[in-house]
């Protein structure tokens, strides 16, 4: 069913047959089966199969494969792992895995999706206190600043302050600060 779907959609995959004789990667083994069958490889229909994997010659096909594989229909641009095992159930060639990674290495959407190095700085959790009355600061340029303080917040417009209060009630709190500070930064109270 799977030779009979990929050659109605897929143009030339029937001189895949002819092209076994001329490939760098198959001709030795394809030489060597014609004159006496050996483990895993076994020809049907023509078609050179490696313990039940069709073996694809070099060439456009490879690539067809592989982009298909990673991008095509649903496939939603995969890493490198997803593609290579949806391609390794059906399909064999030499340096697979290499063929693989060359093409995520490549595309663009991939790239942007499942980046390393992201744009908008990295994600970072939020730090949680490990002290009464300790204030966290989230910044938003990557980094996090630990304080003790005493009752006491700094104004910032750019930063998030949390301020652990224990056993204080907020109306307390806040008319022990200036009203414009209030205004710049919410004071929570656990």
């Known amino acids: ?37 050996f483990e895993g490889f076994y020809l049907l229909e023509g078609y ?11 060439g456009s096909l490879r690539k067809l494969l592989v982009k298909e594989s990673h991008e095509g229909g649903l496939m939603s641009h995969f890493g490198v792992d997803k593609t290579l095992s949806l391609l390794k159930s059906k399909f064999y060639w030499p340096h697979l895995r290499i063929d693989v990674q060359r093409h995520c290495s490549k595309c663009i959407t991939f790239l942007q999706v499942k980046s390393k190095v992201m744009p908008h700085g990295l ?18 340029s990557n980094t ?20 652990i209060c224990n056993n204080m009630k907020l109306e307390n709190q806040i008319k022990k600060n200036k009203e414009s500070e209030i205004k710049e930064l919410g004071n929570f109270c656990a």
């Open 1 to 37: 069913m799977l030779l009979f779907t990929l050659g109605f959609q897929i143009l030339g995959f029937g001189n895949i047959k002819e092209l076994y004789e001329l490939d760098l990667d198959f001709q030795p083994t394809y030489a060597k089966w014609l004159q006496k069958p």
């Open 48 to 58: 050179l199969f490696r313990m039940g994997k069709l073996c694809i010659p070099q």
């Open 123 to 140: 994600y970072l959790p939020l730090v949680f206190p490990n002290k009464v009355r300790e204030r966290i600061v989230q910044n938003y």
């Open 144 to 163: 996090h600043l630990h304080e003790l303080t005493y009752g006491r917040i700094i104004s910032t417009t750019k930063n998030i302050a949390l301020e």
